[in-house]
């Protein structure tokens, strides 16, 4: 029964968490979009400074919130892998220093297994095997769940990520950043039906599709062509119709990838995890699907769907349960399959 400090900065959030195994005792979240908002997108040096300014505040409001005090914490634990490298370093930098400084042993954790984490945050019940759905801003994977630090990727995207492709289509249509929300927002007042978009599908050499991998640079090109022949046309742009047309069309790609994957694979559960998993288009339609189909299909809260500490210290909490620490050497790294997830471990107990 593990007690976790989690730090949490890979990108534009200054996230923590103090997390007892499966329950989430304080989470606190410092969000930068107002900075990034100006810019378009996250502009790293300006993300590694305001999280060397949030961080200490951070903790000392989630210690406030949970009503603990370090005797009581069992292990420190920051994301250090993938992410912006300035944003890592801040975190567990952080983290280290805590190890040292109240000896407490450090955990090093994947950012996406951390996203896998978040769906145990809504059923503690959650036992390996399940499939996840990872969709973020920088992700789109389906991930055979075996184990703690057992995963198996079996599709992903070729290009733009699920939530990459909704910041660049609200680019194209004049939308504030981040997209996701704002074209959630906005696609329930459009009609989805009004304008055809294409999935994307991966051809394979042998012929036929690649029935789990995922392609959103088709659709995002699609929606730009259909954009200009609009404005070349005059008139006001349909923004509700395009907006809804292009959410139902990722939702219906990344519905219909996941049932199959499940079906094949014999999987009861999808768990979804990431910032698209909040999108209320992804929800009704793979619900429906994973009902139809005898799935069971589990988001996590919504607040746990963005990055958030609270997913860091739940798995933190497992790998430190299982033995499973990290050497103060670690450093962080931009990228970093889940393949090679448990080189950050210096033991096994």
């Known amino acids: 029964m593990a007690t976790v400090l989690a730090i949490e900065t890979s990108c534009d959030e200054t996230a923590v968490a103090i997390v007892k195994n499966r329950e989430v005792i304080s989470s606190i979240i410092t969000s930068q979009i107002a900075t990034h908002r ?11 400074r305001l999280h060397v300014e949030s961080i200490n505040p951070a903790i000392a409001q989630a210690f406030a919130e949970a009503g603990l005090n370090w005797t009581e914490i069992d292990g420190i634990a920051a994301t250090c892998a993938p ?3 300035g944003s890592l370093m801040v975190g567990v930098t952080t983290a280290k220093t805590l190890a040292i400084l109240h000896q407490k042993p450090f955990i090093g954790i994947h950012h996406l297994e951390g996203h ?21 801003g ?37 939308l504030a950043y981040p997209g996701g929300p704002v074209i959630d927002n906005l696609a329930k007042l459009g ?7 294409p999935e994307g599908n991966i051809s394979l050499p042998a012929g036929g599709y690649h029935p789990y991998d995922s392609s959103f640079s088709g659709l995002k090109t699609a929606v730009l062509r259909l954009v200009k022949k609009l404005q070349s046309e005059g008139g006001e742009m349909p923004v509700n119709d395009i907006a809804a047309s292009f959410q139902q069309t990722v939702a219906k ?19 979804v995890g990431g910032g698209v998993a ?3 288009g992804l929800r009704q339609h793979l619900q429906q699907a994973a009902e139809q189909n005898n799935l069971k299909v589990i988001f996590p809260p919504m607040k746990f769907c963005t990055d958030n500490a609270a997913m860091i210290g739940c798995a933190a909490a497992e790998h430190l349960n299982r033995g499973h620490t990290s050497p103060l050497t670690l450093g962080v790294q931009s990228r970093l399959s889940l393949s090679h997830l448990m080189q950050l471990y210096s033991k096994t107990a």
Do not use: M, W
């Open 38 to 48: 100006q810019y378009g997108g996250v502009v790293p040096e300006v993300a590694s």
């Open 83 to 85: 992410g912006l490298v």
């Open 116 to 136: 896998i984490y978040a769906s145990y945050l809504s059923d503690t019940s959650l036992q390996p095997p399940f499939l996840c759905l990872l969709v973020s």
């Open 138 to 174: 920088g992700h789109t994977s389906l991930i055979h769940v075996k184990d703690c630090g057992v995963y198996e990727t079996l599709g992903q995207t070729r290009d733009d990520a699920a939530g990459e492709a909704f910041d660049k289509v609200a680019r194209l249509l004049g």
């Open 191 to 197: 009609n989805p039906a009004t304008y055809p978009l």
């Open 253 to 271: 790609s990344l519905t219909r990838r996941a049932i199959k994957c499940a079906l094949d694979c014999q999987l009861k559960t999808i768990a």
């Open 278 to 280: 909040a999108n209320s």
